[in-house]
């Protein structure tokens, strides 16, 4: 089968910007736009899975990212916790943040038309109507942000749409979740008087606040101050698998009363019972979970964030070609045509135009 007879897809979340950040040459844009041979993403490969567009990641890694970027082993074993990197100033996280969106606007100049870097619903519309790759340009994590607001203010104008307070290490907005199995997200203080202020300033501006990472006190300051739906861009069902970095029931119905949506998430971590990251995860259980995202928040409130370059993801996906054989499964699973639809970008789609002021 091909991507042609699927609706395109519009995912919450990937890590291709650390990816090819890491990379460290000067013309990372054309291992994108030609294809390579490593990671999930590339522009051949988003074209065979009918990738249409997401939001493209830009993180911190943290000074020593090469010791410390084996979460792949770490994550095994009946328990782990793992460590958590310091605080990151805003004058060491900035210049990181021109990188990654540097790389972005490489890569649109340089794809002749075929990537586009979106900052309305209706350009994201009309890419996914032409078959151009609508990128949005989110921050996980405001490290880079100022108590001021203005590093806000010129990323808002450099494109930036989408803001997670916190990956997991803390800011000076809020606290984020560890990675350890089992673990609860009901752990730490909430949202500092600055992370609430964050929230308004987005809401005024039409910036999307991601709650995920977030611990849960962050998330309920969030439900109590943003006027914006609720939005977790790649979280899984807590009663699934017992991750501080999935959701529990209240919190998804939660985001079902703010029409908010929640994107799920590949990560085989995050997917299984026992917490593993482990490629031999069946793509049943991935749908066991979306099946449960879509009973708790509802139908119009659940999409895709698949962690694509961050995560180990089912063999079965293997990269962003295989989202053909994920929609099949989905299909085969007994989603009608109109459901496909909403799940694959229609509910996506939504959301962000409320969120976004144009
Ligand atoms: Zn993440």
Redesign the pocket.
């Given at each position: 089968m091909s991507a042609d007879q699927f609706p395109l897809l519009f995912d919450g979340?990937n890590?291709l910007l650390l990816r090819l950040f890491k990379m460290e040459k000067g013309d990372v844009q054309h291992l994108f736009l030609d294809g390579c041979s490593t990671g999930h993403l590339d522009l051949p490969r988003m074209i065979k899975g009918g990738f249409g567009g997401g939001l493209f990641?830009i993180?911190i890694p943290p000074a020593k990212v090469k010791d410390t970027d084996s979460k792949g082993e770490e994550m095994s074993g009946p328990k782990y916790d793992l460590p958590l990197s310091p605080e990151i100033p805003v004058h060491e996280a900035l210049p990181i943040v021109f990188a990654m969106i540097a790389i972005l606007n490489r890569i649109e100049r340089e794809s002749k038309g075929r990537v586009k870097i979106c900052v309305t619903a209706a350009e994201i519309r009309e890419c996914f109507n032409s078959g151009v790759i609508a990128i949005v340009i989110h921050i996980?994590g405001a490290e880079a942000i100022d108590k001021e607001f203005n590093s806000l203010e010129v990323l808002y104008r450099a494109g930036l749409r989408s803001i997670?307070p916190v990956?997991?290490r803390p800011t000076q907005f809020g606290h984020g979740v560890p990675f350890r199995f089992p673990s609860t997200g009901d752990i730490g203080p909430g949202l500092t008087d600055s992370g609430k202020e964050l929230v308004k300033v987005c809401n005024q501006l039409g910036v999307m606040i991601d709650v995920?990472?977030l611990n849960e006190a962050g998330f309920w300051d969030v439900a109590k101050i943003s006027g914006a739906p609720l939005i977790a861009?790649?979280s899984n069902a807590y009663a699934l698998s017992r991750q501080s970095?999935n959701l529990t029931d209240r919190q998804l119905a939660a985001i079902g009363e703010s029409n908010g949506l929640v994107g799920v998430?590949f990560a085989t971590a995050f997917i299984r019972a026992d917490g593993q990251m482990d490629a031999d995860t069946d793509l049943d259980e991935l749908l066991h979970h979306m099946d449960h995202l879509i009973e708790h928040v509802g139908i119009g409130g659940v999409g895709f964030g698949s962690?694509f370059d961050?995560?180990t993801i089912p063999g079965k996906i293997g990269d962003v070609a295989g989202l053909v054989n994920m929609r099949q499964a989905m299909i085969a699973h007994g989603y009608d045509e109109k459901t496909m639809d909403m799940l694959c970008h229609g509910n996506w789609l939504r959301v962000l135009e409320q969120t976004f002021k144009a």
């Open positions: 979340h890590d990641a993180f996980e997670g990956w997991s995920s990472h861009t790649h970095r998430n962690d961050g995560a």
